[in-house]
């Protein structure tokens, strides 16, 4: 949680502007908890922590947000480089405890960055015996059941640890579990959220713009008949 923390303090200190969180393409808006590359905006994954699926859709679907598809997980999680090839397969498990391994500066470490952006879905309690090295972790169902189950899948990116009892170290480890281990669509708990994705919609000026274009070249096309 420290280092969480002191990244994403450095990080907007450094910032040019004050509510944004860059990291491997990926950048956070900080006022509106949305992660965009340009293209496709992700909704954090701690807004919905404690929400089914379903529950989540159906309170975010009326904005234009749905379920990531898993070519789109996989996708996302490559884009950090967390030390494994992941694929789109629902029916496959991807990714392990050994996938990362721990660094000396946060700033370079993928996991926590990836953390820093997607927000902290699990943190143990600070009475845990290992409270000065918990594990941090972004958690969250996803999927496309294209194979009809009703099961969906779950992403979990997690930064190095300290496992109790033993004090020993835990690399970071980035998964996505197969369906046959996810959840089902009413499926919650207070560990994960949901994966939540949209298109960013056309800003108001440019939309104006194609559609005065268009209505233009109507009209000069209008003109050309009628002076033939």
């Not at 954090?44 to 904005?63: E, F, H, K, R």
């Not at 845990?128 to 941090?136: E, F, G, M, T």
């Not at 960013?200 to 209008?222: D, I, K, M, Q």
């Amino acid at each position: 949680m420290k280092k969480i923390i002191a990244l994403i303090g450095l990080t907007l200190s450094v910032s040019t502007n004050a509510a944004t969180v860059s990291f491997q393409g990926y950048t956070l808006d900080t006022d509106t908890n949305i992660v965009t590359d340009g293209f496709m905006e992700w909704l954090q994954w701690d807004v919905t922590v404690g929400m089914s699926i379903n529950a989540a859709l159906a309170a975010y679907s009326p904005a234009g947000w749905r379920l990531a598809a898993n070519t789109e997980m996989a996708n996302l999680l490559n884009a950090f480089d967390l030390g494994y090839t992941f694929g789109s397969d629902e029916n496959t498990g991807y990714g392990g405890g050994t996938a990362i391994t721990t660094e000396a500066s946060p700033l370079t470490e993928h996991d926590v960055q990836f953390i820093t952006l997607f927000g902290v879905t699990y943190v143990p309690p600070p009475t845990h015996p290992s409270a000065n090295d918990l594990q941090i972790s972004s958690w969250a169902g996803f999927g496309t059941d294209a194979d009809n189950d009703g099961m969906y899948n779950v992403a979990r990116v997690t930064d190095d640890f300290t496992v109790y009892p033993n004090y020993y170290p835990y690399p970071g480890y980035a998964t996505i579990q197969a369906d046959a281990f996810g959840r089902s669509g009413d499926y919650w708990d207070n560990a994960s959220g949901v994966a939540l994705v949209r298109i960013p919609a056309v800003p108001l000026p440019a939309a104006a713009w194609l559609f005065g274009s268009a209505l233009l070249g109507l009209v000069a096309t209008a003109r050309r008949r009628q002076a033939a």
